[in-house]
């Protein structure tokens, strides 16, 4: 089954797993914004992807990849989030997940366009 | 969270609570800033929640409020035999609170809760647009 699931969305049913782990971890490091002695945490897409391929499931790709956050200049209270830099790649990782969702919906388009067979 | 991984919502949603506790603690400070005691025990002192990581799974991680301190400045005395809170001494105490800081303090808190409001409308929008996938 999961053989066929791959085979019918490629890469993009994988990149949208990780890009929605990806949004809760960015959304940890909004939501620690305050907390002192926090260390902001992200993953290297790319590599998670890489290893999502080879066949690891999406959270231990995810949890492989991940990667402390070096800040443009720490805070005295330790915690290591800046809000612009937090903002704007969750902006970015929002809009890459809508892109994966319509290259799944043209995929879906096409195989239902094929089924019907008008 | 019932044995389930925490979602963005929780994340987010944990978030904007332990914000608003924060804005509450600044409201009250700013109510209290000027009041007047007749003692330094019962005069009013700024208090100030102290946020804490939750850590879920590797790397999702929200915020709680851990305690609530006693922060600011130490509260003043002042020189007033006529008030009628004066102790023996002639002197009233005046609320430790830093009107400044704390309206620092409120706009920052603001800043925080709508940062995690953008970030729970997003997560919803998509979660919208992934169940109406084929449809």
Same mark, same amino acid.
């Given at each position: 089954?999961?053989?066929?699931?791959?085979? *019918?969305?490629?890469?993009? %049913?994988?990149?949208?797993?990780?890009?929605?782990?990806?949004?809760?971890?960015?959304?940890?490091?909004?939501?620690?914004?305050?907390?002192?002695?926090?260390?902001?945490?992200?993953?290297?897409?790319?590599?998670?992807?890489?290893?999502?391929?080879?066949?690891?499931?999406?959270?231990?790709?995810?949890?492989?990849?991940?990667?402390?956050?070096?800040?443009?200049?720490?805070?005295?209270?330790?915690?290591?989030?800046?809000?612009?830099?937090?903002?704007?790649?969750?902006?970015?990782?929002?809009?890459?997940?809508?892109?994966? *969702?319509?290259?799944?919906?043209?995929?879906?388009?096409?195989?239902?366009?094929?089924?019907? %067979?008008? | 969270?019932? %044995?389930?991984?925490?979602?963005?919502?929780?994340?987010?949603?944990?978030?904007?609570?332990?914000?608003?506790?924060?804005?509450?603690?600044?409201?009250?400070?700013?109510?209290?800033?000027?009041?007047?005691? %007749?003692?330094?025990?019962?005069?009013?002192?700024?208090?100030?929640?102290?946020?804490?990581?939750?850590?879920?799974?590797?790397?999702?991680?929200?915020?709680?409020?851990?305690?609530?301190?006693?922060?600011?400045?130490?509260?003043?005395?002042?020189?007033?035999?006529?008030?009628?809170?004066?102790?023996?001494?002639?002197?009233?105490?005046?609320?430790?609170?830093?009107?400044?800081?704390?309206?620092?303090?409120?706009?920052?808190?603001?800043?925080?809760?709508?940062?995690?409001?953008?970030?729970?409308?997003?997560?919803?929008? *998509?979660? *919208?647009?992934?169940?109406?996938?084929?449809?």
């Amino acid at each position: 089954m999961s053989g066929f699931v791959d085979q *019918l969305f490629g890469v993009h %049913g994988q990149a949208l797993a990780l890009r929605s782990q990806r949004l809760a971890l960015l959304a940890s490091n909004i939501a620690n914004a305050g907390t002192p002695g926090y260390k902001a945490r992200d993953i290297d897409f790319s590599s998670a992807l890489a290893r999502a391929e080879q066949g690891m499931s999406a959270e231990k790709a995810v949890s492989d990849s991940l990667a402390y956050r070096v800040p443009m200049q720490p805070s005295l209270d330790g915690n290591t989030v800046e809000l612009a830099t937090e903002q704007t790649i969750f902006a970015e990782n929002a809009v890459q997940y809508r892109t994966s *969702l319509s290259f799944l919906s043209g995929r879906i388009n096409t195989l239902m366009t094929a089924l019907r %067979g008008e | 969270m019932n %044995g389930k991984h925490m979602s963005v919502f929780d994340v987010a949603g944990r978030a904007m609570s332990a914000q608003l506790v924060r804005l509450n603690a600044t409201a009250s400070n700013l109510a209290n800033a000027g009041g007047i005691a %007749g003692s330094k025990a019962t005069a009013f002192q700024s208090i100030r929640p102290v946020f804490k990581t939750v850590s879920d799974r590797d790397g999702v991680a929200t915020v709680t409020i851990d305690r609530v301190i006693a922060a600011g400045p130490q509260p003043s005395k002042r020189h007033e035999p006529e008030h009628p809170l004066a102790d023996a001494n002639g002197d009233v105490w005046q609320a430790g609170v830093d009107t400044a800081a704390e309206i620092v303090d409120m706009l920052e808190a603001a800043r925080q809760y709508q940062n995690n409001v953008q970030v729970l409308q997003t997560a919803k929008t *998509l979660a *919208l647009d992934t169940l109406r996938l084929g449809q």
